[in-house]
């Protein structure tokens, strides 16, 4: 079940009475329940993390007995249903196996990233629907995507997508604010050429251009194409510049160099982008045989 199915759902007025919304990046938890609470729905939110107002699974579901005043039935979230205690998820099986009419529970469940198990899903006694927004799932990331687009009127290239997904994928709060500035440009149909603006400043900025020129040692059209951007040297720009390097046959060394020069550069705002590109290029001339480094995720790991 994805984004999509969730709208639907939303449209026939959720007639499930429990549904389990299994997912990875927080960023889901916070988009799902702005979904659901809005004009039509009123929500209530729990969080058995939450050390302030300790939770009661058993106040919660005298609660959805209990028709509200002011929307056409009870709604309860509760996130984070994965610390549940033993007791706290005995009660909670008991409302599951006979739950109330006329009420919608949504069970928010949080898996390790990277994780694809069914498995790693709450087990409950009752009937529920599972909703499945695991970035590793097959469409949760590209119906949001879908989703985000369709809100802001743009529509994304192939080439545009599969860079924003390298670049940010893995972190949904990144990816939603670079589609808010890319629908800023006044453009429907966006480019790859159109992220690179709002990624680096400049739409003329190709970063297989720029790592290209780093592996042949054009160091001098490495530093003409990055001329004026100094103030764009932040972990966005070095997670394209890792993105770029893992697409060709890159030496090991030229990872473990562009590591460290990527940390003197947090550590220096002042640290040459001149030094930056010679010893990059220098690293990537090192013998080619070697195993290259495994890309974690799409910025470098610390």
């Known amino acids: 079940m994805s984004l999509k199915t969730l709208q639907e759902e939303k449209q026939k007025g959720f007639p499930e009475q429990v549904y389990v919304i299994r997912y990875e990046d927080p960023f889901f938890e916070k988009h799902i329940i702005s979904v659901i609470r ?50 706290e998820l005995e009660t909670l099986n008991r409302y599951v196996s006979k739950p109330a009419d006329g009420a919608a529970l949504f069970l928010f469940y949080a898996v390790p990233r990277g994780s694809s198990k069914k498995e790693d899903t709450i087990k409950l006694a009752g009937k529920f629907r599972l909703i499945d927004l695991t970035l590793s799932g097959k469409y949760a990331l590209n119906d949001w995507i879908v989703s985000e687009c369709d809100k802001r009127g743009i529509v994304l290239e192939t080439k545009a997508a599969e860079f924003l997904k390298e670049m940010y994928g893995d972190d949904l709060q990144l990816f939603s604010n670079e589609l808010e500035k890319l629908s800023l440009l006044g453009s429907k149909k966006i480019t790859l050429s159109d992220t690179y603006e709002t990624c680096f400043g400049s739409h003329d900025f190709n970063i297989f251009a720029f ?20 103030d764009a040297f932040d972990d966005k720009f070095h997670g394209a510049v890792n993105y770029g390097l893992s697409k060709g046959n890159t030496p090991l060394e030229a990872f ?35 195993a290259r480094l495994p890309v974690m995720g799409n910025r470098p790991h610390y």
């Open 38 to 87: 809005d004009d039509v729905f009123s929500l209530d939110v729990y969080d058995t993390l939450d050390t302030e107002q300790p939770l009661s699974i058993q106040n919660i579901a005298d609660s959805l007995c209990v028709m509200p005043m002011f929307s056409s039935k009870a709604m309860v979230a509760i996130r984070n249903v994965q610390k549940l205690k033993v007791k």
């Open 211 to 230: 790592v290209g020129m780093i592996t042949r040692g054009d160091t001098s059209g490495a530093l003409s194409m990055i001329k004026g951007m100094k």
């Open 256 to 290: 473990k160099t562009h590591l460290m020069l990527h940390i003197k550069m947090r550590l220096n705002a002042d640290f040459p982008y001149e030094l930056f590109v010679a010893e990059l290029s220098k690293s990537c001339k090192t013998d080619r045989t070697q």
